[in-house]
């Protein structure tokens, strides 16, 4: 034990998506061959377009001050267009705080709406940083436990049990990292008509993959009957611009909520880089052609990955309908033995013999809410995916 660490963050674990990612690095840098599909993080290159409206910032020398705390206002304006014109989302910019990506909204948000033993409702699998951030936060998350039978999607009989008087808020992803869920419309409208009961309820709607979604529409949470004023709307850059190291988010809240967050945001990290703020309003002013290319590209590839994954027999696979990731069950490979007797007992167990024996790189469903599930992400090339899915199928294979 770190006897220096204080007990709040002694409570929560390292993030096993990045420590797996660490691994990968540590054994490709003693030669080691491993194909890593661990990060959820896209492979192209930021596009140019972008790239240079960074450069004029620089080169401009406008931009080399303190931004305002929640961001450019002209970036947020655009950011009100934007979900104005694609969400149906009214949120002044006022109500716009940009961050440093989504992970940094979370944890402003965590911090501003939660006392101490409130609880916050997790529709499980959930990303890892979930249910860590609300316990840093000093409340409690409730998980909802779905499974692959029903593509991972809560029952309204499930939020209708989990909803108590301490219930502060409720958050979600669509779609989802990490099972690459979407929820529809109709889905979204039946945890509406439950939440209506519960107006003092806050929904966070995570919405980071939404122009990854291979369906005919997304559906923003708030854009429903009477969510508009209490609905916390996540998005950002990272994974329809492939800006990643850009570290640019933002929400839209309720005016309350959102002058608590950029209090919040104001006594942390203050705004974030001038220009980061300025690559992404040159990414808004653009449009989305770049976004649409990019998850054409990714549908292929989750063609080929669900091909391949069909094919391994110890496996249940569903077919994701968003993001860049599959989650299929393992149940039929805990219990069995590798060549030297030792027992897969858990999907960290099988995340471990895959990066020694097959030479690839997963994640463990473990710190998901899932532990008889791992993810694997196919934002890769397709050459490494058909390699990462023959090493894997060889090496379950071998498990016996």
């Not at 599930?373 to 016996?400: G, H, P, T, V």
Request: hydrophobic content about 35%; proline content about 4%.
């Amino acid at each position: 034990m770190n006897k220096t660490e204080s007990n709040r963050l002694q409570k929560v674990e390292e993030s096993s998506t990045l420590a797996m990612a660490a691994l990968a690095r540590e054994y490709r840098s003693k030669g080691v061959d491993v194909i890593s599909l661990s990060l959820g993080e896209p492979d192209f290159k930021t596009p140019t377009h972008i790239c240079d409206g960074a450069k004029e910032a620089i080169d401009s020398g406008n931009y080399f001050s303190y931004p305002p705390v929640a961001g450019y206002s002209d970036l947020r304006e655009e950011i009100s267009r934007k979900f104005i014109e694609e969400n149906k989302l009214k949120y002044d910019p006022s109500q716009i705080i940009v961050s440093n990506g989504v992970k940094h909204s979370i944890t402003n948000v965590m911090f501003s709406i939660l006392n101490k033993g409130d609880e916050v409702i997790v529709f499980s699998p959930f990303w890892v940083s979930y249910s860590a951030i609300i316990t840093l936060a000093e409340g409690v998350p409730i998980y909802i436990n779905t499974s692959i039978s029903n593509d991972f999607k809560p029952s309204e009989d499930q939020l209708k049990s989990a909803i108590t008087k301490k219930t502060k808020a409720i958050i979600f992803s669509s779609p989802c990292n990490p099972t690459g869920t979407v929820f529809s419309r109709e889905d979204l409208n039946k945890y509406r008509d439950i939440l209506a009961d519960y107006p003092d309820i806050v929904i966070i709607s995570d919405e980071i993959y939404e122009h990854i979604n291979f369906t005919n529409e997304h559906c923003s949470f708030g854009s429903l009957d009477g969510m508009s004023d209490r609905t916390i709307t996540m998005n950002g850059f990272s994974k329809a611009f492939a800006m990643t190291g850009w570290r640019l988010g933002y929400i839209g809240a309720p005016k309350e909520i959102a002058k608590s967050i950029n209090k919040m945001q104001g006594q942390t990290t203050s705004a974030n880089c001038s220009i980061a703020q300025r690559a992404g309003y040159a990414a808004l002013r653009a449009g989305n052609e770049c976004a649409i290319e990019m998850k054409n590209s990714y549908l292929k590839r989750r063609d080929l990955v669900f091909d391949k994954l069909n094919k391994i027999s110890k496996l249940k696979v569903n077919l994701p309908e968003g993001a860049f990731y599959f989650f299929p069950e393992i149940d039929n490979i805990i219990g069995k033995k590798d060549k030297k007797g030792v027992e897969i007992k858990s999907s960290n167990d099988l995340a471990m013999y895959l990066l020694e024996d097959a030479k690839i790189s997963l994640v463990p469903g473990e710190d998901f809410g899932a532990p008889n599930c791992i993810r694997l992400s196919y934002a890769a090339s397709e050459s490494d995916l058909i390699e990462a899915c023959k090493r894997m199928n060889r090496s379950i294979q071998k498990l016996n």
